[in-house]
């Protein structure tokens, strides 16, 4: 979790001999030609690489105190300093150097030791200038005083404060991919930008198209990190990075004694802490709620001896947009009512079968009843054809015997063959809406009666069965907890303590662990500088 | 069914509470008969989260949710003055929120209560048994809405 630094850095961050020294750079990222601040938080915009033009070291020119806070809980670090000159080389209007303190030029904080390689020194802030610079002439001093605040990374208004639409994720995309996509796709970071977020979360999208619909990026990046307890900032070096709120975690650093701590605090403060933490997600299963049955299509169907199945697709809107559940058919009109179903031939059979939630088919099925007619076709031809040409007198006309039979069978071909007929039908069922059920879990501090109840309300859409609910919301019961106690130290300058890490200090009554929530220092010349955590006591669970 | 008097209730709007909302009818659309005049509006008896209101009226011109059934979805529209109205079907339903205690000292989770609301006919023998009244005064096919242990908690 802490900020990586060299074993040379280690060793000295340990001591409390130290020779100090920090270093202010200035860069220049809207020149033309210039370096991006990925080319910067990578490393590969140095002098070695062809951008001195755009590197302005102002280091002997700062005017001690430098300043330096990170307030925590996402928000944006701050970094400001004065300038001091006998030149007018500051003037943002028009000193030589005044490109370097435009709006959004990049500042960056470097602090060591004589005795650290330049390599080994700690990138402890990244981040714009903002706003105006402050600039005074004094005639009486003859010194002209630039004053510079620049924010941290998290405070780019891109990433803070422009809300957009990402695309449609589709079903088991780790939500990692999502937060690297943003990253990339939304503050345009680089690989190294993005390194010290983890590329898998180990929690997959459950539904089968998932966006993200205004939000700004880092509410994104925390909404999708919240789900397993974890929470964004930007580092010192400029990388986004994403620390745990989980303060059952074993200490990141443990001091083994005091030598580099000089006050522990417990402050005085008037905290209205929760405890009791709701947590209100969407359930992954779709729930199908029924309505009451009603008529859904309806269809007249004729039928006749040229086609012998007769279908119809019948669908509940045009859209398909209305489901349906046990779906049945009502015959209003059967095709065997009538002249011929009610005498020789049964016409045909009427069915129906649903198809899916939106549509169904109706069939009448007249094969049979086609079948018996060519039957007598066949039939009729044959008797045309046997009967011999046997003459009988019916007085003084004579009529072949053949005829006779051929003419009655005839008489039934062609009524079956004229013979058309029609159905009418309706199609009811229960039509259903399909719905997304929340699920739910309220995790209250045990003891506390109902009157106390001060809750935390939780709400991500990403949770969605309840045993994440259950993890996240006992995390951050314990998280708020916490809140309650809070406690301060201080210490000499420790180049790796971030937002979020855990501490252990060896006071003589015994040991306390400290989640840190914020850190601020003030750095001078030829001074071992003191930093101020504050942080809460971790509960011991 | 039998035909309330529609309940004045007061809300007060709250700055920064959405316009619209989520809920959940618990009990089929009734026409309710207003205190003036005597005229029938149609309205709804309606889950919240883990809150129940009865009398909500259905804005008019919503056809389909005059018959919407019990537990289905609704959206709920918040008026300036706080007054909520069924304006139509929702696609977020509610479901069972699940209470637990945490021991902080040990770590122990204790599960708890569970609230949630569900609603069906009331059977012939809840017919006797709903009301103090025994048989005659719950109406056949009235709606009981039931808590998650199962207890009837109110009659529509």
């Known amino acids: 979790m802490m900020r990586e630094i060299s074993f040379a850095a280690k060793q000295v961050q340990d001591s409390t001999t130290r020779q100090f020294r920090f270093q202010v750079l200035i860069y220049d990222v809207l020149g033309s030609a210039a370096p991006t601040i990925a080319q910067i938080v990578a ?8 951008f001195s033009a755009f590197i302005l070291d102002v280091t002997s020119f700062v005017d001690p105190p430098v300043n330096l806070s990170e307030p925590g809980d996402r928000r944006a670090s701050r970094l400001t300093f004065n300038l001091l000159d006998t030149t007018r080389s500051f003037d943002p209007d028009f000193g030589a150097n ?126 999708l990190l919240e789900t397993v307890g974890l929470a964004s900032d930007f580092d010192g ?38 405890n009791s933490v709701s947590v209100t997600g969407l359930d992954k299963n779709i729930n199908l709620i029924d309505q009451p049955e009603q008529a859904l299509a309806r269809a007249t169907i004729p039928v006749g001896f040229w086609r012998p199945t007769h279908k119809v697709n019948v669908v509940w809107t045009n859209d398909r947009s209305l489901r349906a559940r046990s779906t049945n058919m009502r015959i209003l009109t059967s095709v065997n009512e009538g002249l011929v179903g009610g005498g020789i031939f049964q016409f045909g059979t009427e069915s129906y079968t649903q198809i899916n939630d939106f ?88 003891g506390v009666p109902d009157y106390l109840v ?59 662990t400290i989640w840190i929530d914020s850190i601020s220092v003030t750095i001078d010349r030829e001074i071992i500088p003191t930093q101020r955590c504050t942080g809460y006591l971790v509960p011991t669970v | 069914m039998p035909r309330d008097l529609i309940r004045i209730w007061f809300a007060e709007r709250v700055a920064g509470h959405s316009p619209e909302l989520d809920g959940e009818i618990l009990t089929r659309p009734t026409l309710a008969v207003f205190d003036t005049g005597g005229t029938l509006m149609p309205v709804a008896t309606v889950r919240i989260s883990s809150d129940i ?93 039931v808590n998650a242990s199962g207890t009837i908690i109110g009659l529509s």
């Open chain 1, 43 to 50: 490393g590969s915009a140095t002098s070695a690489a062809g």
């Open chain 1, 359 to 446: 549509e169904g088919e109706i069939r009448v099925d007249i094969s049979l009843y086609l079948a018996t007619l060519l039957t007598l076709i066949t039939a009729t031809a044959i008797v045309w054809a046997a009967f011999g040409d046997i003459v009988v007198a019916i007085g003084s006309l004579t009529i072949t015997v053949g005829r006779i039979a051929q003419q009655t069978l005839m008489t039934i071909v062609f009524l079956a063959l004229s013979t058309v007929s029609s159905g009418q039908y309706e199609i009811y069922g229960l039509t259903n809406i399909p719905v997304y059920h929340q699920l739910a879990v309220v995790m209250t501090k045990q």
């Open chain 1, 237 to 274: 070096s400029g990388i986004l990075r994403a620390y745990s709120r989980d303060l059952q975690r074993s200490a990141d650093k443990v001091y083994a004694d005091l030598s580099l701590i000089q006050s522990y605090e417990v402050s005085e403060a008037e905290v209205e802490a929760y």
């Open chain 1, 98 to 223: 005044k490109r370097f303190l435009q709006l959004g030029q990049v500042v960056r904080l470097r602090e060591g030791d004589t005795n650290l390689a330049d390599a080994d020194w700690a990138n402890t802030f990244t981040g714009h200038i903002r706003g105006q610079v402050g600039f005074v002439q004094n005639r009486e001093t003859f010194e002209f005083e630039t004053r510079v605040s620049a924010y941290g990374r998290r405070a780019t208004p891109k990433f803070l404060k422009q809300t957009f639409i990402s695309r449609t994720y589709g079903r088991r995309i780790d939500l990692g991919t999502i937060v690297q996509e943003i990253g990339v796709q939304q503050m345009m970071l680089g690989s190294v930008e993005l390194s010290r977020m983890p590329a898998t979360l180990g929690k997959v999208t459950q539904f089968l198209a998932n966006s993200i619909v205004e939000l700004t990026p880092l509410e994104a990046v925390d909404k």
């Open chain 1, 454 to 512: 001060h809750q935390k309300q939780l709400r991500n859409d990403f949770l969605n069965e309840q045993n994440e609910l259950l993890d996240l919301a006992r995390l951050e019961l314990i998280f708020e907890e916490a809140q309650a106690k809070p406690r301060q130290f201080e210490i000499l300058r420790q180049f790796d303590l971030e937002i979020g890490d855990i501490v252990t200090i060896p006071l003589d009554a015994g040991n306390v």
């Open chain 2, 53 to 145: 209101i009865s009398a909500v009226p259905i804005t008019d011109n919503s056809h389909d949710l005059l018959y919407a059934q019990p537990g289905t979805p609704v959206r709920l529209r918040r008026s300036p003055t706080g007054r909520l109205e069924i304006t139509g079907l929702s696609k977020r339903a509610f479901g069972a929120v699940m209470r637990y205690t945490l021991d902080i000292s040990t770590g122990v989770v204790t599960s708890g209560a569970t609230t949630d609301f569900s609603t069906h006919q009331v059977t012939l023998g809840e017919l006797a048994t709903a009301t103090s009244g025994g048989f005659g005064e719950t109406p056949l096919a009235a709606i009981a809405i």
